[in-house]
């Protein structure tokens, strides 16, 4: 079965540092583009950027370039996403998904369960 | 950075009703758009890709048309289980945007 595995919600504090995970399961996790995909509460989707785990070329949406970093771990079949400031404004739920075909960058139509971030102080 | 305005942002309509939510990008993009419907509390999932190729196992009466800039997300006859929030979303070249949303309700 093909599936994205996220890793468990969080809950930090302004400033500090986090690092959620997505591992891929069931397909060639090499060559599929991993994204992520931010859902602040009570909000609409928001494409935050995209990892190729064969190169580990990365596009980021503006509004995401400079506040996360994306990266990859072939060896272990997992996405990451990181960030090392964080703030009140980064509650949300963090989705990893993979889109349909092998090396396209397409629709989305596998999807992780979820990853909820909680940051206040 | 490409554009994606959906309309309307809600609609309530009744059981059996004929469901049209439109999307429209700012320049064109071919035909790489996708919907999306997102129930409460769940994972989003993958109904239309582009634009008008019906995911597998997705129900007929969902539908997708438009090419360049204009695109529509028809529901042929709405169902209790479509209450749910829909997006369309461009990809292809990034960033891959999502529109706002449609929630759909029954009247």
């Known amino acids: 079965e093909v599936q994205l595995v996220q890793s468990g919600a969080e809950v930090k504090k302004p400033g500090e540092s986090l690092t959620i995970s997505c591992q891929g399961s069931?397909?060639?996790?090499?060559?599929?583009?991993i994204g992520w995909v931010r859902q602040m509460p009570e909000k609409g989707l928001e494409w935050m950027g995209i990892?190729?785990?064969?190169?580990?070329?990365?596009k980021y949406s503006p509004s995401f370039q400079g506040q996360v970093t994306i990266s990859v771990d072939r060896s272990i079949n997992t996405a990451y996403l990181q960030w090392t400031n964080l703030k009140a404004s980064d509650t949300a739920i963090y989705y990893c998904?993979?889109?349909?075909?092998?090396?396209?960058?397409?629709?989305?139509?596998?999807w992780g369960q979820g990853t909820m971030v909680t940051v206040s102080s | 950075d490409i554009q994606m305005t959906q309309s309307p942002s809600s609609l309530s309509a009744s059981v059996g009703d004929r469901v049209t939510i439109t999307c429209r990008a700012s320049q064109g993009i071919n035909n790489y758009l996708a919907w999306y419907q997102q129930k409460p509390g769940s994972v989003p999932k993958l109904l239309i890709y582009?634009?008008?190729t019906l995911q597998s196992g997705v129900p007929s009466r969902f539908s997708g048309s438009g090419s360049g800039t204009d695109f529509t997300l028809t529901i042929s006859s709405l169902q209790p289980e479509d209450v749910a929030t829909y997006y369309c979303q461009k990809y292809k070249s990034a960033p891959w945007t999502f529109g706002h949303g449609t929630e759909v309700e029954i009247k």
């Open positions: 990892i190729f785990p064969h190169d580990s070329r990365t």
């Open positions: 069931g397909y060639d996790f090499t060559f599929y583009w």
């Open positions: 998904a993979r889109p349909r075909y092998s090396t396209w960058e397409g629709a989305f139509n596998i």
């Open positions: 582009d634009a008008s």
